[in-house]
Each structure stands twice: as C-alpha cells, then as structure tokens.
Nanobody
Framework: QVQLVESGGGLVQAGGSLRLSCAAA????????MGWYRQAPGKQRELVAG???????NYANSVKGRFTISRDNTKNTTYLQMNSLKPEDTGVYYC????????????????WGQGTQVTVSS
C-alpha cells in the first residue's frame, strides 16, 4: 500500500507565497519522477512542475520564474514553493509520483495524492 499525503494549501492574497509538501509513505523501493498538477474549476488537470530523481526539472510556462519544485529522496517527499501567486493559480493541486514498490518490480506505478486547495484572492 502506498499513499501520497499533501499539505500546505490555503487562501492567500495575490502576490503572496505558499509551500506545498507531498510525502509518499508505504511499501516503496524507489521513486522516479514526481510532479505537481492542478485543476481549476471547469478545466482539465494540467502539469505545473515535474522533477526527476536526478533533480532535473520542468515547468509549465505559466509558472516559470515563480514556482520551484524540489525533492528530498531520503524522505520520499517533494515540495512546491509558489511565489508571486496570481488568481489564475487557484485550483486543487495534486501530487503525482512514479513508484517502484519492490526491487523485483520491472515497472513503476503512478500514484496520486488526494489534492490540496489553493485559492488566490485578487
């Protein structure tokens, strides 16, 4: 059993900052890619930022220069530092991780967190 537990969402004024955390727990051998997605009301879920196990990152154009994704492989945790928040950043933020549960497994499985609400007021 594997769970991704997110925290750090909330209500913030435009221009403010929030830091999201996502910790993976359970039977885990290794986590490869991790990422953050968001879903605004009436819109499809979209990738916000991703980070490989090596630390290489990629970002949606809309958040480049404002958001920073990082991870701590010793804690199976990823973080999303969000600065200069805008009302259009409002949505439910989901953590995603590609997890290899056992050494003997040849493939990874994708797991999702339950989501955390981020609301940016103007």
């Amino acid at each position: 059993q594997v769970q991704l537990v997110e925290s750090g969402g909330g209500l913030v004024q435009a221009g403010g900052s929030l830091r999201l955390s996502c910790a993976a727990a359970g039977s885990i051998y290794r986590i490869s890619g991790m990422g953050w997605y968001r879903q605004a009301p009436g819109k499809q879920r979209e990738l916000v930022a991703g980070i490989a196990r090596s630390g290489s990152t990629n970002y949606a154009n809309s958040v480049k220069g404002r958001f920073t994704i990082s991870r701590d492989n010793t804690k199976n945790t990823t973080y999303l530092q969000m600065n200069s928040l805008k009302p259009e950043d409002t949505g439910v933020y989901y953590c995603n991780a590609d997890i290899r549960r056992r050494y003997s497994d040849s493939v990874t499985e994708a797991y999702w967190g339950q989501g955390t609400q981020v609301t940016v007021s103007s």
